[in-house]
C-alpha cells in the first residue's frame, strides 16, 4: 500500500490498520495553517504511525524531524520514508517506544508538534503534560492534536492555550501554544 504527500510523493504504507494514516485532507489543512513556518523548523511527529507528516515536513523544508512510534514494522517503514526524502542538510530520526517515557529523554525544542495517538488509546493527556513538564515546545510553537471530535475533551495544560479548532469530518483538530 502506498500514499502520496507533498509534490506527488510516493510513501510506503503498512497493510492492514495497525496505523492509520493522516488523511490528505486534514494533511493539507495543517500545512495550510501552519503556512510558512514549516522551513527550518524543528518538528516532532508524536505516535507517528506511517510517518506521513515528518515526511511532509521534510519536503518542505523542516531543518530537524524526529519521530516517535511504538511499532517496530511502522518504524522500519517511516525509516525507509524519511531516508528517501530527506536532503543532506536535514537531520531526521525515527524512536521506537512507548511515547510517555520517550519524551523526558528529548533533548531540545521544538517549533512544531503533531500528535496522533490511536483515539482510544488515553495518551492525551499524560504525552501533552510530558511534553510540557519536559519543555519541549518553544516558546513560540505549537502543537496540533487530532482526534475523534465526537469523544474528545481538550486537556488542560498549565500555561498552554488552546487558540484554534477544526473539524474535518470524522477527524478533529486541536491547537495548542504557550500563553503570552
Known sequence: MSLRIYGNR???TLPGRETRPTSARV???VFNIWQGTIEGCRWLDVCAGTGSMGAEAL?????LVVGIE????????IQQNW?????????????RGDVVQLLPKLSGQFDRIYFDPPYASGL??????????????????????????QDWTPPVIPSWEIYREKVYGNTALTFYRVME
Open 10 to 12: 510516493q510513501l510506503k
Open 59 to 63: 519536503c518542505r523544508g523542516a531543518s
Open 27 to 29: 494533511r493539507e489543512a
Open 83 to 95: 531516508q528517501s526524502l530527506a536532503s543532506a542538510e536535514q537531520e531526521w530520526k525515527v524512536l
Open 124 to 149: 492525551y493527556q499524560p504525552v501533552l503534560e510530558a511534553i510540557a513538564h519536559s519543555g519541549l515546545l518553544d516558546a513560540n510553537g505549537e502543537i496540533a492534536v487530532e482526534h475523534n471530535p
Open 70 to 77: 511504538k511499532s517496530n514494522r511502522a518504524c522500519a517503514i
